[in-house]
């Protein structure tokens, strides 16, 4: 049997139970923790028979990896990790979807935060490299609140060959967040009509070059003052409303 993994925080627990509870093997609880939020989270978890341990603080924290788990702790059956192949099966189920592309977010709290946006704006997977990139940690999840049970999360060899591949094969527009002399201000750029991946750059360097050359075209997001950059996970956010907000007009 693979190694269970950890999830923790009331969200991500609840999310998970509501979502997928056959995948839970054990919730552990702090032990003399008595509240509605904890109660809601033992409601959902007693008509799958799921055992429940009360246990003692330092246990949860070992087991969440931080002390911030809020009081409980599941243990949990791990999924398989999505490829290629899932993208490419989403794509032909999904033809007009909205993905996300990550390239190089190593902070799983960014990567939490982004995919708690992607999920609220019908994003319906996250892209990241398999390598120099955040993975769907303890922490990723937490901070995610329930979003990584709703949206696919994806790793890939290489991110530019699978913007390359999805171009060629299925049509999807890819659009790259950066400052550039032929970046379009974020709200002229049309995110209707076929599927379409948001690509945002990591916190430091931005999209590599390489990645670049697959972008069909660039947007800014228009910023007052001297303001030049946003955290990924902000500037996220606004690029995936604007896009929600254009397909959901039309």
């Given at each position: 049997?693979?190694?269970?993994?950890?999830?923790?925080?009331?969200?991500?627990?609840?999310?998970?139970?509501?979502?997928?509870?056959?995948?839970?093997?054990?919730?552990?609880?702090?032990?003399?923790?008595?509240?509605?939020?904890?109660?809601?989270?033992?409601?959902?978890?007693?008509?799958?028979?799921?055992?429940?341990?009360?246990?003692?603080?330092?246990?949860?924290?070992?087991?969440?990896?931080?002390?911030?788990?809020?009081?409980?702790?599941?243990?949990?059956?791990?999924?398989?990790?999505?490829?290629?192949?899932?993208?490419?099966?989403?794509l032909k189920q999904s033809p007009n979807c909205l993905?996300?592309?990550?390239?190089?977010?190593?902070?799983?709290?960014?990567?939490?935060?982004?995919?708690?946006?992607?999920?609220?704006?019908?994003?319906?997977?996250?892209?990241?490299?398999?390598?120099?990139?955040?993975?769907?940690?303890?922490?990723?999840?937490?901070?995610?609140?329930?979003?990584?049970?709703?949206?696919?999360?994806?790793?890939?060899?290489?991110?530019?060959?699978?913007?390359?591949?999805?171009?060629?094969?299925?049509?999807?527009?890819?659009?790259?967040?950066?400052?550039?002399?032929?970046?379009?201000?974020?709200?002229?750029?049309?995110?209707?009509?076929?599927?379409?991946?948001?690509?945002?750059?990591?916190?430091?360097?931005?999209?590599?070059?390489?990645?670049?050359?697959?972008?069909?075209?660039?947007?800014?997001?228009?910023?007052?003052?001297?303001?030049?950059?946003?955290?990924?996970?902000?500037?996220?956010?606004?690029?995936?409303?604007?896009?929600?907000?254009?397909?959901?007009?039309?």
């Amino acid at each position: 049997m693979a190694k269970p993994e950890y999830y923790y925080g009331v969200h991500s627990v609840e999310s998970l139970l509501e979502l997928e509870p056959e995948r839970v093997l054990t919730l552990f609880t702090l032990k003399g923790r008595d509240d509605q939020r904890l109660k809601r989270v033992l409601e959902l978890a007693e008509p799958f028979g799921i055992s429940v341990q009360q246990t003692g603080r330092d246990r949860l924290e070992k087991m969440a990896g931080l002390p911030f788990h809020q009081g409980v702790v599941a243990a949990v059956r791990p999924n398989p990790i999505l490829n290629e192949k899932d993208l490419e099966a989403l794509l032909k189920q999904s033809p007009n979807c909205l993905l996300l592309g990550l390239d190089q977010v190593t902070d799983p709290h960014n990567l939490g935060a982004c995919i708690r946006t992607a999920a609220a704006m019908g994003v319906e997977a996250v892209i990241v490299p398999r390598d120099r990139s955040a993975s769907l940690t303890p922490t990723a999840r937490k901070v995610a609140a329930g979003g990584a049970e709703k949206v696919k999360f994806i790793q890939v060899t290489n991110l530019a060959r699978t913007l390359a591949q999805i171009k060629d094969e299925f049509n999807v527009r890819v659009v790259g967040t950066m400052l550039d002399e032929k970046a379009l201000p974020l709200q002229q750029f049309d995110f209707t009509g076929t599927a379409v991946c948001v690509v945002m750059g990591a916190e430091d360097t931005g999209l590599r070059p390489i990645t670049q050359s697959q972008c069909d075209q660039t947007v800014y997001i228009p910023m007052a003052g001297n303001l030049q950059s946003l955290n990924v996970s902000v500037a996220t956010g606004m690029a995936l409303y604007e896009a929600c907000r254009q397909r959901q007009s039309v």
